[in-house]
């Protein structure tokens, strides 16, 4: 059974920076195309960034620059480094498969992002 959590999150002012992990476990996510969503209130969950098996990144326009996707396979964690961070990065942050690729997996909690001063 596929499991998922997802920590790092919290407030933080305009400008700086958090660390997202998401810890997977019943599926070996080096094999997976696997990807970070976020959800912000009132908002359709988009895509943020996503990585290939042969880590091939890709990245919404809003955070290309700033955010960054990385995969540590003896952990089988996903990571996602947030710099320049905006008022409007606030969200629930998710990871999963890249499902344009792969099988959706079962939604973890999400953690909750918020960059306010």
């Known amino acids: 059974q596929v499991h998922i959590v997802e920590s790092g999150g919290g407030l933080v002012q305009p400008g700086g920076s958090l660390r997202l992990s998401c810890a997977v476990s019943g599926i070996t996510v080096r094999l997976y195309a696997m990807g970070w969503y976020r959800q912000a209130p009132g908002k359709q969950r988009e895509m943020v960034a996503t990585i290939t098996i042969e880590e091939i990144f890709d990245y919404g326009n809003s955070v290309k620059g700033r955010f960054t996707i990385s995969r540590d396979n003896t952990k089988n964690t996903l990571y996602l480094q947030m710099n320049s961070l905006k008022p409007e990065d606030t969200a629930v942050f998710y990871c999963?498969?890249?499902?344009?690729?792969?099988?959706?997996?079962?939604w973890g909690q999400g953690t909750q992002v918020t960059v306010s001063s």
């Open positions: 999963n498969s890249d499902y344009s690729k792969e099988n959706q997996l079962p």
